[in-house]
């Protein structure tokens, strides 16, 4: 047994653990036996061995006092609502103080309304429509007249940009001259006119997008024109586009 421990520690690592195992063995019971000297030679406190009366009536005195509470903020009064703004005037052409007149007609599956006070004339596509080198889609060319010339306008592409369906100008049967003036608007049908008074449509009381709609026939639901508007946009896109159309 001897010589096996012997040789055990003959081993340097077995011989390092053993030293440091009996070193933490020595320090705990030492450190062991410190403590439980130190704990038996503190002597007892006083506040242990008796209670303070002094402490325990003041505690009894502050349980006692009332507890003031804080009085409440009071509530601020809610502001008033603001009054709602009236609503802007409707934008009302001039000819539209009174019941009119008005035809529909359909351009790619789109129905229209014009006051017929401000209709031209409405003229058949039976000769061929020259176009013009350069224009823009929107434009169709002109209907040579005997008395005057008409600038025809692909109405779908005027008002439809972007969302005209394919072949929409194989189905243009009439052009509606707008008022007195040189234009005129493509369209695929014309159906009866009919009476209308101003109750009837819902006016515009903006016009920043599509100036042309002054408003919407409430009971056919179809877009009403602004004729004289309508033909100064055409005059004006003509000039930015410098169209010859002589």
Not at 93 to 115: K, M
Request: charged letters at 25%; proline letters at 11%.
């Amino acid at each position: 047994m001897a010589d096996e421990k012997l040789t055990q520690l003959a081993n340097p690592t077995n011989a390092i653990a053993s030293y440091l195992d009996e070193l933490l063995h020595t320090a705990t019971g030492t450190a062991l036996s410190e403590d439980i000297r130190e704990r038996e030679a503190e002597p007892v406190p006083l506040a242990e061995a008796q209670p303070q009366p002094a402490v325990i009536q003041e505690v009894v005195v502050s349980a006692l006092k009332p507890t003031i509470q804080p009085e409440p903020e009071p509530e601020p009064e809610p502001e008033p609502e603001p009054e709602p703004e009236p609503e802007p005037p409707a934008l009302q052409p001039d000819w539209s103080g009174q019941p009119f007149e008005c035809l529909i007609f359909t351009v790619a599956g789109l129905q229209l309304a014009v006051p017929l006070v401000l209709l031209g004339a409405i003229h058949r596509i039976e000769d061929d429509i020259r176009p013009v080198p350069g224009s823009p889609r929107w434009y169709m060319g002109i209907r040579a007249g005997t008395q005057q010339n008409l600038r025809v306008v692909d109405t779908a592409e005027w008002i439809m940009a972007g969302r005209v369906p394919p072949n929409a100008r194989d189905n243009y049967k009439f052009v509606i001259r707008l008022d007195n003036s040189e234009w005129g608007l493509a369209c695929d049908d014309v159906a009866q006119s009919f009476t209308l008074s101003p109750a009837d449509v819902r006016w515009r009381t903006a016009r920043s997008k599509r100036p042309w709609l002054a408003g919407t026939v409430i009971e056919q639901m179809c877009a009403l024109v602004d004729v004289r508007t309508m033909a100064d946009l055409l005059v004006r896109a003509e000039q930015e586009h410098h169209l010859d159309l002589s």
